[in-house]
C-alpha cells in the first residue's frame, strides 16, 4: 500500500461529478485499477486502464492517467446515494499481483 | 461476472485454536488465487499467493507455518489460521484469478471472512 496514496474521505452531494486521486510511485505498472468496496464486503472491480492509455470511459466513470506524473484519477458522473464506498486504485506490475492504495471514502449526501 | 465466495462469513474462535477459511471460484477455474488481509480502515495487504497444485509463495512477513495455504483444485483454496491470536484477528479477504482473453487477467475477490480471536 505504501506505494500507491490516496486521499482519505471524499463528500459529494447527490447528483454532482466526484473526482477521486490516486498517485502511484512505480513507472512500470502495467495496468491500473479502480475497485469498489462496500460496507463488509469485498471488493468489485469497477474498470481499469492500461499503462500506454491516457483516459478511459465506461458510462458514468472516467478514468485519467497521466504517466509522466504517476497519477490516476476517477471521476464518478451524477453521484448516487449508491456510489457510497471506499474506492481503491491499484497497479500491478505484468506479474498480476496488485498493490492497493489506502481507499478513499466517498460519502454522498442528499 | 465470475463469482468468488467465502466460508465462513466470520468467525469467533478462542485464541490457541486453529481457523480454516475456505475460498471458491463457483464458475470458472482458477489456477491462482490470492490471499489478502485487511485492517480496519486500510489497504488490502497481500499475503500469499496460491498456485493449484503447488506451494503457496508469501509475502515478506507472512509466516508460513502461521498462515497454511492449500490449493487443492481449480475451484478452492484453503488458508488455516494455525494457534490464532487476538493479534490475528482482521477481515481476511481471497480473490481468483481469470483471464479476461486481452492481455487482462482480473482478479474476482471473496466476501471476505470476519476473524476475531478473543
Known amino acids: 500500500g505504501e506505494d500507491v496514496e490516496q486521499s482519505l474521505f471524499l463528500s459529494v452531494r447527490e447528483g454532482d461529478s466526484s473526482v477521486i486521486n490516486c498517485t502511484y510511485t512505480d513507472s512500470s505498472s502495467t495496468y491500473l485499477y479502480w475497485y469498489k468496496q462496500e460496507p463488509g464486503a469485498g471488493l468489485q472491480l469497477l474498470t481499469y486502464i492500461f499503462s500506454n492509455m491516457d483516459m478511459k470511459q465506461d458510462q458514468r466513470l472516467t478514468v485519467l492517467l497521466n504517466k509522466k506524473d504517476k497519477h490516476l484519477s476517477l471521476r464518478i458522473a451524477d453521484t448516487q446515494t449508491g456510489d457510497s464506498a471506499i474506492y481503491f486504485c491499484a497497479e500491478s506490475m505484468g506479474d498480476y499481483k496488485l498493490s492497493f492504495g489506502a481507499g478513499t471514502t466517498v460519502t454522498v449526501r442528499a | 461476472g465470475a463469482v468468488v465466495s467465502q466460508h465462513p462469513s466470520w468467525v469467533i474462535c478462542k485464541s490457541g485454536t486453529s481457523v480454516k477459511i475456505e475460498c471458491r471460484s463457483l464458475?470458472?477455474?482458477?489456477?491462482?488465487m490470492f490471499w489478502y488481509r485487511q485492517f480496519p480502515k486500510q489497504s488490502l495487504m497481500l499475503m500469499a499467493t496460491s498456485n493449484e497444485g503447488s506451494k503457496a509463495t508469501y509475502e515478506q512477513g507472512v509466516e508460513k507455518d502461521k498462515f497454511l495455504i492449500n490449493h487443492a483444485s481449480l475451484t478452492l483454496s484453503t488458508l488455516t489460521v494455525t494457534s490464532a491470536h487476538p493479534e490475528d484477528s482482521s477481515f481476511y479477504i481471497c480473490s481468483a484469478e481469470e483471464s479476461l482473453g486481452t492481455g487482462v487477467n482480473e482478479q474476482f475477490f471473496g466476501p471476505g471472512t470476519r476473524l476475531t480471536v478473543l
Open positions: 464458475d470458472f477455474q482458477a489456477t491462482t
